[in-house]
């Protein structure tokens, strides 16, 4: 939707629209599963991936400015107010984002919640700030700077892909890799 948008292309924004209502917008919460592939079934995980609700709300409130599309205002203020609703939380005083509904709460992990500092995107907090204020949009992102700055690991002092943030201290995430990749920068 943003490489659309920034290309000017409004056929090809609306036809990436289109696929995404019909083939991704499959949750009853709003929000998008997080994977689509050609074979049966499409979706095989119905679960979110809260960046891709972010782009997602962040490219229609962007194309909604650019072109005057009250419909895609509306869409991402759905998709903002439920991000906000199923994918923030509190650990220890500090608003988070979980990198999808199920899978990272602190009730469903030993060492949850966990989060993943690349769902933080930062350029887009402000706009989903404007279209769901009720949310603690500035928490997280001083959530964000917080994790950046703490979740410092290893020799090189750098964040993992996923941390967890059992007991408030920032710590490689159980069960992944703790390693300082792609999802990282």
Known sequence: LLLALAADDRAGFERIWS?????LLLRDDGLAAWSWRPGQPHVPDVNNATDGDLLIAYGLAKAAEAWGEAD???AATHIAAAVAKETLVEADGRTMILPGV????????EDGPVVNLSYWLF????VVARLAP????????KGGLWLAASA????????????SLHDGVPAPAAGFEPDFGYNAI
């Open 102 to 109: 199920d899978g990272f709460r602190r009730e469903q992990r």
């Open 152 to 163: 410092r690991f290893g020799h090189a002092g750098l964040p993992t892909d996923w941390i």
């Open 123 to 126: 350029e887009a907090l402000p």
């Open 72 to 74: 895609y205002l509306d």
């Open 134 to 141: 009720e949310a603690d949009w500035a928490g997280v992102t």
């Open 19 to 23: 696929f995404t209502r019909t083939e």
